[in-house]
């Protein structure tokens, strides 16, 4: 099993930390043990006065494809109140990145798909490639979107253009992205991470006692998160019971539009 310091890497340079979400080989798709990575990685963090920013990246040009596909199957062999259980605590190891005292830098390369997408929107800021791969894809799949994305979309983008977004389920770049509100910039893919880092060493650079209480004052209402985390979790348990989801995941599979029947 991988240790969190191959699965999620830490580099310090200065005051400034990047966090690496490491399984290039898989696009850094979302399992539990990559989340409980992060977790450790943010908690050792939580530990070190001398970091003021932190950059969230992901490994081989892509910043996470989106929850496991394995993973979902397993889930829909479960009972509802396991998946529900087995879905908050899931939500909490990725979104364990809100817990970090300074503020954050999402760097985003290559694909950010569904729950992928949402980690980078729980940063404070966001630095995106033009050719970014976006997608909110949740119903293209038969599944309810989790990961706080019924709470971050219309945060970030709006109430009409949010639901758009989650409706839909349709891709789009990442000079969309900024459009719409979802990224601070859109840049070439190989100079997202040096401007995420350069940006982060601005924040840095700055009171660190006034740019934490900054980030407190800034970051999203933890009660109403907390209430959407909750019925995302229950609307997914739901949908893992569906034949929808198992249409979803057997189109994803064999690259075709999936037959949904909403059984």
Same mark, same amino acid.
Do not use: H, I
């Given at each position: 099993m991988s240790t969190p310091s191959t699965a999620v890497l830490l580099e310090v340079e200065g005051a400034v930390a990047t966090l690496t979400l490491n399984d290039a080989a898989r696009r850094n798709a979302m399992t539990p043990e990559l989340g409980e990575a992060l977790r450790a990685r943010v908690a050792e963090l939580q530990q070190r006065p001398d970091v003021r920013a932190v950059v969230l990246a992901g490994a081989g040009g892509a910043f996470s494809a989106g929850g496991d596909l394995?993973?979902?199957?397993?889930?829909?062999?479960?009972?509802?109140?396991e998946a529900r259980t087995f879905m908050l605590d899931f939500y909490a190891r990725?979104?364990?990145v809100l817990e970090l005292p300074v503020p954050t830098v999402a760097a985003v390369e290559g694909a950010a798909i569904g729950a992928g997408?949402?980690?980078?929107?729980?940063?404070?800021?966001?630095?995106? &490639?033009?050719?970014a791969k976006l997608a909110l894809n949740f119903v293209q799949l038969g599944l309810h979107p989790g990961m706080g994305a019924?709470?971050?979309?219309?945060?970030?983008?709006?109430?009409?253009?949010g639901a758009e977004l989650l409706l839909t389920g349709r891709r789009f770049d990442g000079r969309e992205a900024v459009q719409l509100g979802l990224a601070l910039e859109a840049a070439p893919g190989a100079e997202v991470l040096a401007r995420a880092r350069?940006?982060?060493?601005?924040?840095?650079?700055?009171?660190?006692?006034?740019t934490r209480a900054l980030k407190r004052r800034l970051a999203p209402d933890r009660a109403a998160l907390q209430r959407a985390l909750e019925e995302e979790a229950?609307?997914?348990?739901?949908?893992?019971?569906?034949?929808?989801?198992?249409?979803?995941?057997?189109?994803?599979? &064999?690259?075709? &539009?999936?037959?949904?029947?909403g059984r």
């Open positions: 394995q993973m979902l199957e397993r889930l829909r062999r479960v009972s509802s109140e990725y979104l364990s997408l949402c980690v980078a929107l729980a940063c404070d800021l966001c630095v995106v &490639a033009e050719d019924t709470y971050f979309v219309p945060w970030r983008a709006g109430a009409q253009r350069k940006l982060a060493a601005q924040v840095a650079a700055n009171a660190p006692l006034a229950r609307f997914q348990a739901e949908s893992y019971g569906s034949e929808d989801l198992g249409e979803g995941l057997a189109a994803a599979a &064999a690259r075709r &539009a999936p037959s949904f029947q």
